[in-house]
Each structure stands twice: as structure tokens, then as C-alpha cells.
């Protein structure tokens, strides 16, 4: 057999990421190549291998984007480039329900290239389900029927659907892609003998943060999608199932809703507050704007002897440290009997996971506030209160390469050593571009983030979240509207952007 790649045709789900399959996200994330439809929401491609070749087939409802026969050859294609890669072809919901993964399939076979299907959960039954409607349902349905309200004949163009038989039908009706002509059907279905008062249900754009449900009837369907702008990706539901959506709507309306923040982490730290922000209801878009790397090597273990204070002034700084210190062959042994600065909450957080409790920390949380605190003992020390002393020299600074000197300046005597570096992130991949250009607002915890931000792309969401005073100059410098934490964590920033939405500002 031909040396190709292994094509996985993969369901990502109906768009919350969580219904993405344990299997699927195992696949995304050893990808070579990501080939995606329109469909696949940007939190499930945030989980692709950050390195993996990102194609996007996706299909616009006006447009097609690439024809179905493209996609199919594109596969056939990236399984030759790639003969030992994992090659993902990821679809909205199944990939075997209206996904046209057969098709895709039979091509593959008839290339002899290797694949394997990994379902996902159908929008078809979970969209339902987030408006709190069962598609079955002891005593109302029976059966469910799912119909695409979209093929048409190629006899005569029309819709290929059996309406008689339809409305004969007792069970639930699904219909995918059908709000274009829902007008269309519910009348012929009446016609067919259907009840005009069987009730019916729009979801639009569910298990997402923009789900929507409009509820209506048979004879009302055509009115209520333009009155309501009802707008796709939408299912259509009809049955008497309907109604337990009126009691059974479980899926809250969140402070953040609706809201697309994008995040300007680097991609490790930012799990934290993506998940407090998608507990509130927002969609997040990760979008880290800078990388840090460890700078090895420049220094020499053994003068760590030589301070008595070690500060530091960021996660990473810690997080370098540390890494290099076991690397070296080091262990936290090595700290014993030294006193330990942190700039505010967050660094002092990451020291307690390395089992290291700070002794100094100031109440404001900035660099200046840190240098003021030292130099307050280092004085102390010199009116003789010797328990508290500290001897200027033997301090020890742990800084990126971009760190300001506030602290140098406060402390001129100290030494620095810079234990990681920080570089920009070139360029926004092209799958999150679009994402980007219509979120609400973004979250800059550094002004690096904003200087990297604006340099890559000219998207301004009106607003801004910032962390810290410095972070917030630097975006009004760029003409962002800025909402500013009250204190230097993430807790106080995400508390903020909570109330901003609630004082109904969006
Ligand atoms: N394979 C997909 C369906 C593809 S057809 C699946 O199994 O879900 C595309 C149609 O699916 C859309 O026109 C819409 O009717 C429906 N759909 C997909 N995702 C949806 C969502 N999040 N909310 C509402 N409808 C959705």
C-alpha cells in the first residue's frame, strides 16, 4: 500500500467545546494537518496542535467556499504530503450526519488512504437538549426524525422531502439547514394535513454563548423566523416535545452571555481566566501575543551563595527558575535561609505551588511598591535594627528581559539576572483573525500584550480589560476605551469585567 497519512474524519461537537470527544481532542491535538468546516467553533480549533497546518474549507450559506469534490481531493491530497502525519478532518457535529463525511470516506477509500471516523454529538439531538427540549418523550414522541430542510431534487429543484409522509408523522421533526425555507415547509406540511397549531421551536446557534430560542407554531413558522431574524446555524424542532422546553430551559443566561473576549496570554498562563470567563457565559478567544523562553545558562549557580534575597517579579520568573534550577542539578535546598520578594498575589501564588512562602510582598503590587518595601529594611538595617536587615548588595532580582528598572533604580546595588525572555508572537493564525475582529472587547495583562497586540493586527475592540496601571496607559495609548482592575489579579479583573457587563454597558 501507498505510503499515506492516517485521515481521521472527526465530529467536533454542536460548538460548546466540553461536547467535543475525549477521542477527537486526543487526535486535534497530535494534528499535522486541521482541514475545517465554518461550523467548528473557535475553541475547539484553539485545541489543535498549535503547530498543525490550519485549512479552512469552510462553508459560507451564500457562498460555497471550496466545492465538496475539492475537499474530498484536498484530503487525498494532504494524506500523500504527509505520509507519516495525522491528518484531522473536523466537521460540525457528526461528521456522518449532513457532514458529507461518507462522501469524503468513499473517496479515501478509493485512494487507499487509511481513515477512521470519530462521531460527534450531533447538533441535531444536543441542541435540543441545552433549550431543555427531549426529542423523545414517554407519552408525546415516540420516535424522532431528522430531515434536512435543504437538498433539493435535481429533477425539478425542489425540495426533495416527502411531505405526506411527514405530516403523517407522529414523532418528533429535526430539521437541519432549514431555516431558509421553514416558510416553505410548515405550509406544505398544513397542506399535507399537519395541525397548524403543532408547536415548534427556533434554536439558534445553540450550546454556544449566543444560544437562542424562539418558539412558535406550524402556522406562525415563516412569520416568526423574519419578525425574530431568526438567522443560521439554527434547528427547527416541531412536535409536542416543545412544550417541556418552556419548563425544562435549564441553560442560564450568564453575566457574560453573548460576550467574545479575547485573551492576550501567553498560552499557559491563560487557562486560568479563560475558564473563570467562560464560567460567566463568554466565548474566549485565546490569543497569546507573546512566548517566553528560559535563558540558559547565563549565569552561575553557585553565586547564589553571594544573596540573601531573592526577587521575584512575574510567574515566569519563577516558573524559569525553578525549571533551571532543577535542571542544573539543584534542588530548592539550595534557598534554604534566604528571604523571598514577590511582586504582588499571583507570583506569591505560583512560590507557595514550589513550596515557598514569601516574606515580602507589597500591599500595592507593582514593582515600585516591592523596591520601596526593600528599601525600607535595607534603611532599617542601617538605623540598627538588625533583625530586618538587608544588605542592598545581597539582593537578587529573577526578571524577564523586557522587565523595566524600577526596581534596579530603587535598589542600585542589587543584581539581576534575567532568567527568561519574551518574544512576540509574529502573527495572528488566519482562523483566528475573524474571531478577533468581532469580539466585544480583549484582556491585556501586560503592555507587552498591547504593544504585540496592536503590532498584529488592526482589530480595536472597544473595549479594553487591563491589569494594572501601566497596561492601561499603554491601551489608551493605542486608542483602546480602558477598564482597569481594581487590584493586580486576575480574581479582581474578572470580577470587573462581571460588573462591567452587568451595569448593562455592552
Ligand atoms: N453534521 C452536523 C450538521 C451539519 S448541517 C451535525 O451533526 O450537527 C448544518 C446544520 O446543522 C445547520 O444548518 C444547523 O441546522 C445545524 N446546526 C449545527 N450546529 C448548530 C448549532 N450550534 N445550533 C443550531 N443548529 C446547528
Known sequence: ???????????????????????????????????????????????????????????????????QSEINKLLVQYAQEYPQGIIARLKGGDPFVFGRGG????????AGVEFEVVPGITSAISVPAYAGIPVSHRGIATSFHIITGHEKAESNGELSLDFENLAKCQGTLIFLMGIANMDFIAKRLMECGKAPKTPLAFIEKGTTPYQRTVMATLETAGETIVRENVTAPAITIMGG???????????????????????????????????????????????????TRAVE??????????????????????????????????????????KIASV???????????????????????????????????????????????DESRILLLQGNLADDTLLKLLPQATRWVVYETLPVAELPEWKREAVESADAIVFASTSAVENYVKMTDARPRTSFCIGRMTESAARKHGFGTVTSDETTMDSLVKKIAEYYAGGRA
Open 1 to 67: 500500500m501507498a505510503n499515506f497519512g492516517h485521515v481521521y474524519l472527526i465530529g467536533a461537537g454542536p460548538g460548546d467545546p466540553g461536547l467535543l470527544t475525549i477521542r477527537g481532542k486526543e487526535i486535534l491535538e497530535r494534528a499535522d494537518v486541521v482541514v475545517y468546516d465554518r461550523l467548528v467553533s473557535p475553541a475547539v480549533l484553539g485545541m489543535c496542535n498549535s503547530k498543525a497546518k490550519m485549512v479552512d474549507v469552510g462553508k459560507m450559506p451564500t457562498h460555497h467556499k471550496v466545492k
Open 103 to 110: 462522501e469524503e470516506a468513499l473517496e479515501l477509500v478509493d
Open 241 to 291: 416535545v416543545v412544550e417541556l422546553g418552556k419548563t425544562l430551559a435549564w441553560k442560564k443566561n450568564l453575566p457574560l452571555s453573548g460576550k467574545r473576549l479575547v485573551v492576550t496570554r501567553a498560552a499557559k498562563q491563560a487557562s486560568g481566566i479563560t475558564a473563570r470567563l467562560t464560567a460567566l457565559g463568554a466565548e474566549v478567544i485565546e490569543t497569546p501575543m507573546i512566548e
Open 297 to 338: 545558562g547565563s549565569f552561575n549557580w553557585a553565586d547564589l551563595a553571594n544573596f540573601d534575597v531573592l526577587a521575584f517579579t512575574s510567574t515566569n520568573g519563577v516558573e524559569s527558575f525553578f525549571t533551571q534550577l532543577l535542571a542544573s542539578g539543584n534542588d530548592i535546598r539550595v534557598l534554604a535561609g534566604k
Open 344 to 390: 504582588g498575589k499571583i507570583t506569591e501564588k505560583k512560590l507557595l505551588e514550589y513550596g515557598i512562602r514569601c516574606d515580602y510582598v507589597p500591599e500595592d503590587h507593582t514593582g515600585e511598591g516591592l523596591g520601596k518595601l526593600l528599601v525600607s529594611h535595607v534603611i532599617a538595617s542601617e538605623q540598627g535594627e538588625r533583625g530586618n536587615l538587608i
